[in-house]
């Protein structure tokens, strides 16, 4: 009798332990966005070198389910169930393409280490309008659905030149105010400020027709080398927005006007920063994977030349109110093309990473 309570107690024993292993096991399989297979390195990754047109033109391979249209979903492959992660939305500039974005501003390099959730969609016109605001939605809603509300951090907006005014109408839309916590501007218009004032002129024949970054105007007959018209804004950056969030703005040096970066912002008067601290620069050893490699009919500084390594300022608004952050970053002797270098890049994330967020944890 004693020994078969003793085997008994055995089964259970070894039954136990059995089951700590699977339930341990089931525990650390590391999380997965349906129809969104994580790669190291991630899919369709630019080389170091020359990325070909082929690659950056690509338009995703995760399908929005109900619009059918297809983005780019990074994500870290040790993810866990339940890990709180921040989530960016990166918009691509009028004329350019998905992947072009991705590299662009190449927050793909980053999910690991900072553990980001970055979703980079496309306009099959190029160009944001209100006719993709559904496809956004659909993707932004599926995100966090599949994350939990309660696990992102922060939801940031960021894009590129005409990209990043979209960023802006959005946050003017009931959709986005109450769910976005910050906005990166990547020459897509500065809060608080003109476009005259941020924004030279881009020389006509730059290019060589619809840009990979901003959205070509309508020929006006005028010679290369003269200036043509800018293009119709999708947002005014200047109307400031009655809700507050965070704000990073970023540009080349050579995009700004003869008078510089403004000396002040109206966007960290209305958050309560104080008064703008000396620039620290940023200084990278490596170019950034994209620029526009077409033939330049008007090769020109304000447009961009060949990426290269570089440096920039970083010029920050402190104590600004409830932990939000208001910071201006110019890269030097760069133009509107040429992609980030991987720490100007870092330093971005460092300071979006740093503000407060949660709103989407307030939303019903």
């Known amino acids: 009798m004693k020994r078969s309570l003793n085997l008994l107690m055995l089964l259970a024993l070894a039954g136990s332990v059995m089951a700590f292993n699977e339930t341990g096991s089931a525990q650390e399989q590391p999380f997965r966005f349906a129809g969104a297979p994580c790669a190291d390195p991630p899919y369709l990754h630019c080389p170091d070198r020359e990325c ?204 700004l006007p003869t008078t510089g970066l403004p000396a002040d912002s109206k966007w960290a008067q209305k958050l309560k920063c104080g008064a703008r601290l000396r620039p620290w620069q940023i200084v990278d050893t490596r170019a950034g994977y994209v620029y526009d490699t077409r033939e330049q009919p008007n090769p020109n500084p304000v447009w961009g030349f060949k990426a290269r390594p570089g440096k920039a300022d970083m010029f920050i608004y402190p104590d600004c109110e409830k932990g939000l952050v208001v910071a201006d970053i110019i890269r030097i002797d760069k133009g509107h093309t040429e992609g980030l270098e991987p720490k100007v890049t870092e330093e971005l994330i460092k300071l979006m990473l740093s503000a407060k967020g949660g709103k989407l944890q307030q939303t019903h």
Not at 131 to 158: C, M, P
Not at 234 to 241: E, K, N, Q, Y
Request: some cysteine; hydrophobic content about 30%; glycine content about 12%.
């Open 52 to 255: 070909s047109g082929a690659t950056v033109i690509n338009q995703g391979n995760v399908v929005e389910m109900k619009t059918r249209r297809t983005y780019f979903l990074d994500y870290p492959c040790d993810l866990k169930k339940g890990e709180r992660v921040t989530f960016i939305l990166s918009l691509h500039g009028g004329g350019s393409y998905g992947n072009w974005q991705r590299h662009s501003f190449p927050l793909l390099d980053y999910v690991d280490k900072y553990r980001l959730v970055v979703v980079t969609p496309y306009s099959p016109r190029r160009a944001w309008s209100p006719a993709d605001d559904e496809y956004l939605q659909n993707i932004v809603n599926s995100v966090v659905d599949r994350i939990g509300k309660e696990n992102i951090k922060a939801f940031w907006l960021a894009g590129h030149s005409q990209g990043g005014q979209t960023s802006n109408r959005l946050l003017f839309t009931d959709f986005f105010r109450d769910r976005v916590d910050g906005w990166v501007s990547l020459s897509g218009g500065r809060l608080g400020s003109k476009r005259s004032e941020v924004r030279t002129q881009i020389p006509r024949g730059s290019g060589g027709g619809p840009p990979p970054g901003a959205t070509a105007p309508p020929s006006t007959g005028a010679a290369p080398g003269a200036t043509r018209p800018g293009p119709r804004l999708v947002a005014d950056a200047s109307i400031l927005p009655d809700h507050h969030f965070s704000h990073i703005y970023t540009s080349g040096e050579h995009e």
